[in-house]
């Protein structure tokens, strides 16, 4: 965790290919610890594809992307957490599994499953499957994730889609507290985070 005040994150002139289809290009940030960066852009700009791009989930066309300050036998990936739109569940896994599942996967503990599930008042559907949950409890048992083990960079598309009113602020302030110890959040969004992003990248020319 202490790693993380020397972080920075730099993408220079990236482009990203889906499909055969230019879908952006010539896109550069740097975002150091504590900083978060909103990135917002209509329906279909690439959002979604730059944060897939940078978790190194879909490869850039071009451009060139890094990870300052990071721990040196990781690669910048395993510095990250990427929460897509779809929200990564089995459905046929009770609640805890989920998390348990992620806990392990990941490495690096930090909270046991009652507290993180706590930190988004789920604790009470531990035992339920994950199919049988609302799409604002799949996602709040989604965010969970990033609370059970510490990655710096979170990579966070639409993260406040579902949530109730109340759920969106607890979520603003779990994202104050990361930023405060040193985390990088890039967050797509359509609205408002909740929090003053530290800069604002647009995809698409909006
Ligand atoms: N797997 C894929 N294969 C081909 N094209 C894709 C693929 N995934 C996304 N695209 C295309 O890439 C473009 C950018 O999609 P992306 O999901 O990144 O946009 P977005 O800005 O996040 O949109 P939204 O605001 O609607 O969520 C779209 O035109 C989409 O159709």
Excluded at 79 to 99: F, I
Excluded at 127 to 145: F, I
């Amino acid at each position: 965790m202490s790693t993380a005040h020397a972080l920075r994150l730099i993408a220079e002139s990236l482009a990203c290919e889906r499909g055969g289809r230019l879908v952006f290009e010539d896109i550069g940030f740097s975002a150091g610890a504590g900083e978060l960066v909103a990135v917002i852009g209509r329906n279909g700009a690439g959002k979604s594809s730059l944060l897939r791009v940078v978790a190194g989930l879909v490869p850039k066309t071009s451009g060139t992307l890094s990870l300052e300050g990071g721990e040196a036998e990781k690669s910048a990936p395993e510095h990250m957490y990427y929460c897509g739109h779809s929200d990564a569940l089995k459905p046929s896994l009770s609640v805890r599994e989920n998390l348990s599942f992620w806990r392990s996967y990941y490495g690096d503990i930090r909270l046991d499953i009652a507290e993180a599930l706590d930190l988004f008042a789920i604790e009470h559907l531990a035992d339920l499957p994950a199919a049988y949950l609302s799409a604002g409890q799949k996602r709040r048992l989604s965010l969970c994730r990033l609370f059970v083990s510490w990655r710096p960079v979170w990579l966070l598309d639409e993260p406040t889609s579902a949530l109730d009113v109340a759920t969106q602020a607890r979520l603003a302030e779990l994202m104050r507290k990361h930023l405060d110890e040193g985390g990088i959040i890039l967050a797509a969004t359509h609205g408002d985070l909740g929090l003053p992003p530290s800069q604002t990248l647009t995809i698409g020319g909006a």
